[in-house]
């Protein structure tokens, strides 16, 4: 019997693989780190081969480490770093340039021109404003940089896909070029009423249709593993973006529920059900899942850095060792701190949107030191969270309870910082990788082992809550200090 489902994580700075049973209780999990590579100033770069590589290298060593036969396997569940753009030759497979991850900026000029005079329609069709986050700006790109590139996809040798495309390319040999709904969404290609890729846009970005996925639905069948990988072709039963992933292991399957996940970069989403909300504050419209046809909306924001403002204390600044170092030395700062970190290191997103802001420390002094340092850096994902829940109910949403997971949430002092700063109860998940269990979920339930999409509910618990214990006088003080400090980035 096939008892076990095993979900593919491919995040920013890792990839991960988690074996799950049918009770969806994880039993084993592997991963493996990724590089970035920066070439040029805003540049944000990945070795195709070494994304695929690390997913082939968990997925065999998950079986190889748990004694599993890979007939034993029911199903491939996977989920994606979104908006990150490959582009491949359909004869080999082969990758014509480097991934350019969801971070590059490179295409702000570009994007600068659109919003000027096609913001308007580009939103009411994608519900994406016109920023180098998404993928169509850097498909046009590889498109005239690349020799030959626009001719050959013109005649249909190439292939465009986002992570999960090409993946699932790889996995089936090459007899499966398509995508989901929800990733789909995130390309500023997708129309999310019409549910097709939309003529008027790839004609705007000068993307030939013979380029593009099939857009399926979210629980489908994608195909079958090549036997030449595992030895059995195992069938990949689903597929979402990594966030709305998360929205579904939070079990967010209601509308006005949320979640925030915290890994490189933090986003905020919102279940809005049947109806794509028009967020008048700059936050996102985007797909949530398409399950049999009917498609179940959210309200987005995104910021860039979290857990990557952490990696740059570790790895730039070399002021911690790990990630957990950060606990122990910003626990004892006082709210009252004078420094303050923007970390623009990308731009800033939601909802400020501005692509060209670089990062900036406000308040340093003679006193300021590795723990002033760590304590600003966990309280600007805080302070950033607060700018999108603002934008959230200024849109008519309130989130009564914040349901959060990703890396940063093992960091209790970043979690009571959140409640803090946000005035928001905050429950981590027990799931610590919800992403994996949403997309795990929902190839459980294309499999049949849960009729109803609400039963996620009853599999999901929370941890110990977190509730504010900084004053409301006191929490806009500091966040005064912050949005002050943003205005003055944002005018030099």
Known sequence: ???????????????????????????????????????????????????????????????QQNDILPEQVAGLAL?????????????SGKTLYPAIVWQDRRTADRCQALKQQHETSIRAKTGLLADPYFSASKLQWLLQQIPGAQQRAESGELCFGTVDSFLLWR??????????????????????????????LLTLF??????????????????????????????????????QAALLGQACVTSGMGKSTYGTGCFVMVNTGAQALCSQHQLLSTVAWRIRGDTCYALEGSIFMAGATVQW??????????????????????????????PAFTGLGAPYWQPEVKAAIFGLTRNSGKAELCAAALRSVAYQTQ???????????????????????????????????????????????????????????????YPQLSDVTHLWQGSAQFTPKLSKVQQQSCYHYWRTSIARLLVS
């Not at 095993?6 to 039993?27: F, H, K």
């Not at 996995?171 to 008027?200: E, K, M, Y």
């Not at 979690?415 to 109860?425: C, E, G, I, K, V």
């Open 387 to 449: 700018d999108l829940l603002l934008a959230m109910a200024e849109d008519g949403i309130r989130i009564a309870d914040l349901r959060v997971d990703g890396g940063m949430t093992v960091n209790h002092c970043f979690l009571q910082s959140l409640a803090d700063l946000t005035q928001q109860t905050i429950t981590p998940s027990q799931h610590s990788d919800a992403t994996a269990f949403g997309t795990a979920f929902l190839a459980a339930w294309q499999l049949g082992w």
């Open 79 to 91: 989920t994606n770093q979104r908006e990150t753009t490959l582009l491949w030759e359909k004869a």
């Open 171 to 200: 996995l089936t040999a090459g007899t499966v070029h398509a995508t989901d709904a929800s990733n789909a969404s995130r390309t500023l290609l997708f129309n999310i009423h019409q549910q097709c890729w939309d003529p008027d």
């Open 1 to 63: 019997m096939s008892d076990y489902i095993i979900a593919i994580d491919q995040g920013t700075t890792s990839s991960r693989a988690v074996l799950y049973n049918r009770q969806l209780r994880p039993l084993a999990s592997c991963s493996e780190a990724l590089p970035l590579k920066y070439p040029h100033t805003g540049w944000v770069e990945q070795d195709p081969e070494a994304i695929w590589q690390s997913v082939l290298h968990c997925i065999r060593q998950l079986l």
């Open 206 to 243: 000068q993307i030939p249709a013979p380029l593009l996925p099939e857009v399926r639905d979210s629980a489908a069948d994608f195909g079958h593993c090549s036997t030449e990988l595992f030895g059995h072709p195992i069938p990949i039963v689903s597929l979402l973006g990594d966030q």
């Open 313 to 342: 204390l570790r790895d730039k600044l070399g002021i911690i060792q790990q990630a957990c170092d950060t606990e122990a030395l910003a626990e004892g700062v006082d709210y009252q701190q004078t420094e303050l970190l923007i």
